[in-house]
């Protein structure tokens, strides 16, 4: 019996951090292994034309995020990694919801409302980006796909245009179940209160960072004028973002980090969550994977992408009357 698709992909828009990997990539790999998948990773180069990017880095930071998937954990054997750009099915799939979906559903996208708050010329990419959002996920018939709290309203626009697109044309696409994943608050070492973001990089953590940078920036972590470990994110902003951090790369539940480090003050446990921070990130800093053969693994996730994404444009083009 074949396993149900999931789906997922993560942005390339330059250096990778620890959020990148305690909100995404760390989850990846523990559903590829959960053997209950036929698990899809792209790299959405597409989606990341919405931020400002250099051309000359792109095709740079699309295989840094790939060598990053092989080094987290990602096996090419169990699941199909793969550029998003190589599959332009994806882009004509998107069309088509643009010419369905209610402009009113993407105005009221939060994170639209979010990004645009502050922007003198919204781009137009950035309201129907989930309409792309959704063009990759149904056009590959995904069952289920992992998202955080923050993607699940994106997820339903995405199974409102399968039923809109089904009760229209006939039964086509298959209606996606999310797969809330537990995601840590990554914030910043340096404001607690702002999310950690390659654009603070003092206070981010970068997968490639080297052991004196990690041991740097976490000793030099925002905590408070007390000293004990304990969560509380009202009053000890910093020392609960830092626990967050730790409970999710040791697999810990904050209640035992609490109870590890009573009475024992920040020095050791920032000393001990440097170790396991090392530990964790090595694996980035020590991945050495000749271009060559991510550029097969690429080549190879795609010939498989593309012949189910054919497949359904066929389908979608003939119920359409286009072919």
Not at 159 to 178: C, I, S, Y
Not at 182 to 195: D, F
Not at 286 to 305: D, R
Request: proline content about 5%; some cysteine.
């Amino acid at each position: 019996m074949a396993k149900p698709i999931l789906i997922s992909g993560i942005q390339p828009t330059g250096r990778l951090h620890l959020g990148n990997y305690l909100g995404a990539l760390k989850n990846f790999v523990e559903l590829q292994n959960s053997g209950k998948y036929d698990c899809y990773f792209f790299i959405a180069d597409y989606h990341s034309l919405t931020a400002d990017f250099e051309p000359a880095k792109k095709s740079e930071e699309v295989l840094d995020v790939a060598e990053a998937y092989l080094a987290a954990g990602l096996d090419p054997k169990k699941s199909t990694v793969f550029v998003q750009s190589h599959v332009p099915e994806s882009t004509e799939l998107a069309w088509i919801f643009n010419a369905i979906a209610p402009i009113g559903e993407l105005e009221r996208m939060t994170q639209f409302k979010d990004k645009s708050a502050n922007q003198e010329s919204v781009k137009v990419g950035l309201l129907t980006y989930p309409l792309l959002m959704a063009a990759d996920i149904l056009l590959y018939d995904a069952k289920f796909v992992p998202v955080g709290e923050d993607q699940i309203q994106h997820l339903e626009l995405t199974r409102a245009l399968a039923r809109k697109f089904n009760n229209k044309f006939g039964q086509t696409f298959t209606e996606p179940q999310a797969l809330l994943t537990k995601t840590p608050r990554v914030m910043s070492l340096n404001n607690p209160e702002k999310k950690m973001s390659k654009s603070l990089p003092e206070g981010c953590l970068f997968l490639d960072d080297s052991p004196r940078d990690i041991e740097s920036k976490i000793k030099r972590a925002v905590t408070d004028s007390g000293s004990e470990v304990k969560f509380n994110l009202q009053n000890k902003p910093g020392v609960s973002s830092l626990l967050e951090i730790y409970s999710a790369l040791s697999d810990q539940p904050i209640s035992e980090l609490e109870k590890k480090y009573a009475g024992k003050g920040y020095g050791q446990f920032k000393a001990d969550l440097v170790a396991a921070t090392d530990k964790a990130l090595k694996p980035f800093r020590e991945s050495k994977i000749p271009e060559k053969k991510l550029s097969a693994i690429l080549s190879a996730g795609k010939t498989k992408a593309k012949k189910l994404a054919s497949a359904k444009m066929k389908e979608v083009k003939k119920k359409l009357g286009l072919l």
